[in-house]
Every structure is written in structure tokens, then in C-alpha cells.
């Protein structure tokens, strides 16, 4: 085993299973062989004993480390628990339609500990890890080329280990400003007619939107060509222009151009499904596309040279899977796309990527299915990252290491449901301290029962802070659809469906401060979105990043911070508050302004309308305000200009530097009553909130 230092608190270990170096000592850590194996010494602190090599076979070794610790955070997106002492995950990638588990579609190799070490296995293979008392051990495999995978080692704060983590991996790409207001998404509109449809039920709410995605839009054969779209099938070689479509006598999409010019003169951005899928369907220009394909070997292959088709029983199941691995395929693939991204669409729902079933197919850089099992995604969002630039984003649900590089992540299908409610804040906790710095979820679930008002709301209230907003339903026929008779055959999680289908007239009023809101607190979260991504943390952030020392955060799963503010959902039924963990210091209610001292629990009372949110005392929060200067004051989806900049500052003094996408570089000091704000760039019209 040889290690060597990366910075001043990252290790590498290679050749984990040769004869190596003794040791190192460097900056204030000290690494040392001994006769119980590797211990690791930082700052006098022992945060390592007796990590160790143990052989389980030709191809399979467990490391294994004695840990005095008391929680276990990482792994990816898990819907269980954040902390996972006391449980053993594989680390691979799953499709698994609602109620997860144990399982993810988004695992990632890497776990830190509250006592001050992670680690991160380099491998795509799947891997082990059991987190035992007092003892951690993972268990990695060789990779098909008979390699070990490098190890690596962190030390220092939770926050330390995932920046160290991230910078490791690729910094974060941080999504364009549009990408943070809120979303709409329904998997029924599958025509022009249905979308203007929507269009128009949304400027009657009065509710503002940035962005609407379309899953059911193409042929479901090419899932590149407008459904219903008129053409001359072509070579399988050969792409398309937007000019060669002729669209007069479809009954799905008439003009599709003119809908994304209407959605753009809207402020409204439009989204695409796609799935790395090639079906075998009776459409010509597809039969003619798998044809190519297969003569040109572009796509994952069985060991006899025949193409690779994804088992029965799957999503998908008979489809082929491109490889993206290969350049020429992604040429072809994208060759094919190029026509939208002219027409003006604005990114994709980079759905699946889950398809590989089998450890011994075959992929163009050499790799098999025993790494393309968790590499598989990570090629495909590549591609697709690479395609769309970065005034684009993706929508994916499905990813592994890597995952911050391809914004935004969302957690996957959750039947609308309490239970699945509190799991999916599970996942985001745990996506945030794995790495996955800009996160959604379908707002209430998306399959199944329509969900309760009750839960619709408190699902909404929450994700008018997270880094994501979306709401979006299943087919309606799909696998859990049940529609109520009082909706009239429609599952839409739209608010305007919501409160027609329980006869609610005042839900969209109710509904319209927190949308309000949400384009009220955009200049903040992009200003945290870019600090976030410049600093390697997550933007939805456990409380233990922010309070290593408070043991009393570690098992807390259902409270974060987004900049200065502590939000405390709701997540049971029938509830008008809950108890809130304060960490030390003071807080401000967002909503009453109470002052709390911290270091407590409390409990609080918010009614049916409002979750607990507290502003953390020296904090700052900057607002885009309505003319009433108030929260959930209407200001539009104009992302270019803002209504009135206020600005709300806490305790005696304190600092923030403010940052947007209109070239505004402002840091603001406060002590004493007196205010300085410094520009580094742009020009500021603030007002201060008293």
C-alpha cells in the first residue's frame, strides 16, 4: 500500500492490496503502519486505529477500521436514514419505483464520520460498507481490468470532508438562475393543446413560474422526433432539422416552436424528457437507427457480439442502451438532438440509467458490467452535460460520483403519501452530505392517490426552501394511478387540479404567498447557489456542517440550513407545529420575528400555513419584495430586474457577501446600527428592512 498526501486533509491509498511505504507525516496528521495496521493522528487526536487489509478471495479484499464514532453520514441520496450507523449499503445504482428503502437511484461511494475521518473508494464497481460498533469495514472488488481502486482518506469538520470530497470529484456546476424558481410538470400532457392548457390555468392562478417540463412529447420510438410530426424517414446516418418536420396535420403538437417562443416571451424555460433507451418498436426511422447502431457496434454488447438488450421484467425491458463510452456514438446520438436545442429548448430530463443488469457486456472503452452498473449513468450525464453547455441544466435521477457536475439532482418516484414525505427529506440530507449540492423532489409525490390538501401544502411549504421546486405527476394509467371521481380523470399535482379536483376555492390563495415567497427569497438562494458551488458544499445542508460540535444535530433528519436560515418542516398529519432544535446562539422567527435563544429545543406554533423558519442572529437575507415591502408579495418571473432589493440584517453586527447573475458583487458589513455596503461590481438600489 503506498499513501500519499493530496492536500491537508486528503490521503490517497494505492495498491491497497501490495507491499507499501510505512507511512507519512504531513502538516499536523501522521499516518503510520503498525502491527495492527494503518492509525491516522491528527493534531494529537487519533481518528484512525488499526485500519487494516483483509483478503476475501482472488478478487475481493474488506478494509477494515476500528472507529470510536456515533454517526455515519453519506452514501449518496438514502431514503431511510441520514445516519447510517448500525446499517450495511451497497454502493449501486438502483431503479426502484416508489418506496426506496434501503435501496437509490444515486449512490455514491463515500461517507464521513462525526469523529473526523471519511473515506472514498475510487471504484465504479459495487462496493460494501458496514458500519458496525466500533468497527467500520467496505468491501471492494477487483475491477475488470484485475485492478484494486485507489482509497482515499479525510480528516477534519463534516464540512471540510464533503469540500474535500467535492473538489476531489469535479467542483459544482452552478445552475443558470431560471433553473431555482418553481416547476411544473405532468406527465399527461402529451399535446400542445393540453400544455397551452396549463399555460393558461397558471396565469389565472396568478402563481409565477420559471420553468415547465414535458416528459410525453416525442414518438416514444426515436424520443427525439415531435409525436405526430410529418417526415421522410432518413438513413439511419443521417439528422434531422427542425425545417424538415412538417407538423400541419398533427394531433399532438401543431406548432411546437411557437409554444417554446410563447413559453420564452412568458419567462418560462422548457425542459424535455429523455431516456438512454433504444426500443424496439415498428417505427421506420427508429427500425432504420437500431439497424445503424447495431452495424456500428454503438451500443452496449453481449460477450457473443450480439447487441445487449435490457431483461424482461425492467423498465424499458428489450430496449438496447447507447454507449456512451464511445465518441462516435455520442456524435450520432446527439447529432440527432441537435434540432432542439435550435428550436430553443432549454435542457432535459435526463431520466433511467439504471439498465445494466449484466456484469459481463461489453462497452467501447473496455469497460464491462461489473463497473458500468454505477459507470453507466455517469457516461450518459456526461454526454448530455457536454451537449447542453452550462446555460442549459439537466433534470436527472439516477447518478454516482460526480453527481455535483450535473445539476439538478431529483429524488425519483414517491407514491403521495406522509411516510414517503419524511423519506424524501431523508434523501435530501443525505444527497446534500454525499456531495449533491442542488437537489429537488416532486412536491407531495407523484404517484398513486392524489395526496391530501394537507400534505400538498406542507410538501410545498418545504420546497420553497430547498434548492429545488417542482411538482409533477405519473401517467395516468400508470402502475399506482388512482384517479377521484371529482377530478375528472385528471392526476395532474397542479395547484389548479388540487383545488378543483377537493372543491377547495381557497387552496391556490393559500398557495400563491408561498410561490410569492419562493420568487421573493431567489436573490438569496442564488447567492447561496453561488457560494455553494464556489465553496464545494451543499446548498440544503445537514445541521452537523454547520454545528460539528453539537453531538445533539447527529441524528436530527428532519431539519436543515440554507444560508443563516434553519427551516423545520412539517411532517405529520394534523399538526399546527413542532418541537425545533435550536443550535447555540440566537434566532429570529422568519414569520413572528421572536427572538430564541439557541442550544434548545422549542416548540412552535405556525398553524396550517407556515413551517418553522428561523433566521440565525448576525445573519442576512436578501429579498426581491412587492411594493407592500412584505413577504409573499407577488414580483413576477422576471429574473432580470428586481422590484425592490430589500435587505433584512440581524444581531449587532455581521457580514455578507452578496452576489447574482446581473453582475452584482456587494458585501455588506453591519455593526452598531451603522450599514456599508462595499460594491465590487455593479450598482445596488437596497432596501433596508426594519
Known amino acids: 500500500m503506498d499513501i500519499s498526501i493530496i492536500n491537508n486533509n486528503t490521503y490517497r491509498l494505492a495498491r491497497i492490496d501490495e ?126 481490468f484485475g485492478k484494486m481502486p485507489d482509497i482515499y482518506l479525510f480528516t477534519g469538520s463534516p464540512k471540510d470532508m464533503v469540500s474535500s470530497f467535492i473538489r476531489l470529484t469535479g467542483k459544482p456546476v452552478l445552475p443558470p438562475k431560471w433553473a431555482l424558481g418553481p416547476w411544473m410538470s405532468g406527465h399527461r400532457w402529451n399535446t400542445q393543446a393540453i400544455v397551452e392548457e396549463q399555460i393558461d390555468e397558471m396565469e389565472k392562478s396568478g402563481l409565477p413560474f420559471s420553468v415547465l417540463v414535458i416528459e410525453a412529447w416525442s414518438d416514444e420510438s426515436t424520443f427525439y422526433i415531435w409525436n405526430g410530426a410529418k417526415y421522410d424517414v432518413r438513413p439511419g446516418n443521417e439528422a434531422f432539422d427542425y425545417s424538415d418536420f412538417d407538423f ?30 433504444m426500443k424496439n418498436t415498428e417505427n421506420e426511422q427508429q427500425r432504420r437507427d437500431r439497424q445503424y447502431l447495431k452495424e456500428k457496434r454503438l451500443v452496449a454488447m453481449n460477450k457473443d457480439g450480439t447487441p445487449y438488450e435490457i431483461p424482461d421484467g425492467n423498465w424499458f425491458n428489450g430496449s438496447m442502451i447507447p454507449d456512451f463510452t464511445n465518441p462516435e456514438l455520442r456524435k450520432w446520438w446527439f447529432s440527432k438532438r441537435k434540432y432542439l436545442l435550435d428550436m430553443g429548448v432549454d435542457g432535459f430530463k435526463t431520466d433511467g440509467g439504471e439498465f445494466v443488469y449484466k456484469e459481463d457486456i461489453i462497452f467501447s472503452d473496455g469497460r464491462t458490467g461489473k463497473e458500468m452498473k454505477n459507470g453507466y449513468v455517469q457516461s450518459y450525464l456526461e454526454s448530455y452535460g457536454e451537449f447542453i453547455g452550462k446555460s442549459r441544466v439537466l433534470f436527472t435521477r ?26 424524501v427529506i431523508v434523501a435530501g440530507l443525505s444527497a446534500g452530505l454525499s456531495g449533491i449540492p442542488f437537489w429537488s423532489f416532486d412536491i407531495a409525490g407523484f404517484a398513486g392517490p392524489m395526496p391530501s390538501v394537507e400534505l400538498y401544502e406542507r410538501a410545498t411549504q418545504l420546497a420553497v426552501f430547498t434548492p429545488g421546486m417542482q411538482w409533477h405527476s405519473e401517467p395516468i394509467f400508470g402502475q399506482f394511478a388512482e384517479i377521484m371521481p371529482s377530478s375528472g380523470g385528471r392526476n395532474d399535482r397542479s395547484p389548479w387540479n388540487m383545488a378543483r379536483s377537493y372543491g377547495d376555492d381557497s387552496l391556490i390563495e393559500r398557495l400563491r404567498f408561498h410561490y410569492n415567497l419562493r420568487m421573493n427569497l431567489l436573490p438569496y438562494i442564488y447567492s447561496e447557489s453561488v457560494r455553494a458551488a464556489e465553496n464545494c458544499e451543499p446548498l440544503m445542508k445537514h445541521l452537523c456542517l454547520e454545528y460539528p460540535e453539537d453531538s445533539n444535530t447527529l441524528n436530527i433528519e428532519d431539519e436543515f440550513m440554507m ?59 436578501m429579498l426581491n419584495l412587492g411594493k407592500e415591502l412584505r413577504l409573499g408579495s407577488p414580483v413576477g418571473n422576471d429574473m432580470n430586474k428586481y422590484c425592490n432589493l430589500c435587505i433584512w440584517l440581524t444581531g449587532n453586527e455581521g457580514q455578507y457577501r452578496f452576489r447574482d447573475d446581473l453582475g452584482n458583487d456587494a458585501m455588506i458589513t453591519w455593526s452598531g446600527g451603522r450599514i456599508k455596503c462595499d460594491m465590487r461590481s455593479g450598482h445596488l438600489n437596497l432596501h433596508i428592512l426594519s
Open 398 to 423: 439516477a447518478g454516482y460520483t460526480g453527481q455535483q457536475k450535473f445539476p439538478f439532482t431529483w429524488a425519483g418516484d414517491q407514491i403521495s403519501s406522509w411516510e414517503e414525505f419524511r423519506a
Open 19 to 144: 507491499p507499501g511505504r510505512d507511512g507519512i507525516i504531513g502538516n499536523d496528521v501522521e499516518i503510520r503502519r503498525g502491527r495492527h495496521g494503518l492509525s491516522v493522528v491528527k493534531s494529537g487526536r487519533k481518528l484512525i486505529d488499526g485500519l487494516r487489509v483483509e483478503p476475501m478471495g482472488d478478487n475481493l479484499i474488506r478494509i477494515v477500521t476500528d472507529a470510536d464514532y456515533q454517526a455515519a453520514f453519506g452514501l449518496g441520496e438514502r431514503f431511510d436514514r441520514v445516519n447510517q450507523k448500525g446499517l450495511a449499503k451497497n454502493i449501486a445504482v438502483i431503479e426502484k419505483f416508489t418506496r426506496q428503502g434501503e435501496l437509490t437511484y444515486c449512490p455514491v461511494p463515500f461517507f464521513l464520520t462525526d469523529s473526523g475521518f471519511g473515506m472514498f473508494v475510487d471504484s465504479y464497481c459495487v462496493t460494501r460498507f458496514d458500519f458496525g460498533e466500533g468497527r467500520i469495514s467496505v468491501d471492494i472488488c477487483r475491477d475488470n
Open 563 to 621: 444560508g443563516d436560515l434553519l427551516v423545520a418542516p412539517i411532517t405529520s398529519e394534523n399538526s399546527a407545529g413542532r418541537e425545533v432544535y435550536l443550535p447555540r446562539g440566537e434566532w429570529v422567527d422568519l414569520w413572528s420575528r421572536k427572538e430564541y435563544n439557541g442550544g434548545r429545543k422549542v416548540f412552535v406554533e405556525t398553524g396550517k400555513e407556515r413551517i418553522p423558519v428561523f433566521l440565525r442572529k448576525s445573519g442576512c437575507l
Open 248 to 277: 400541419s396535420e398533427s394531433q399532438f403538437w401543431n406548432d411546437p416552436k411557437a409554444l417554446i417562443d410563447r413559453l420564452h416571451e412568458k419567462g418560462i424555460r422548457l425542459i424535455l424528457w429523455q431516456i438512454p433507451a
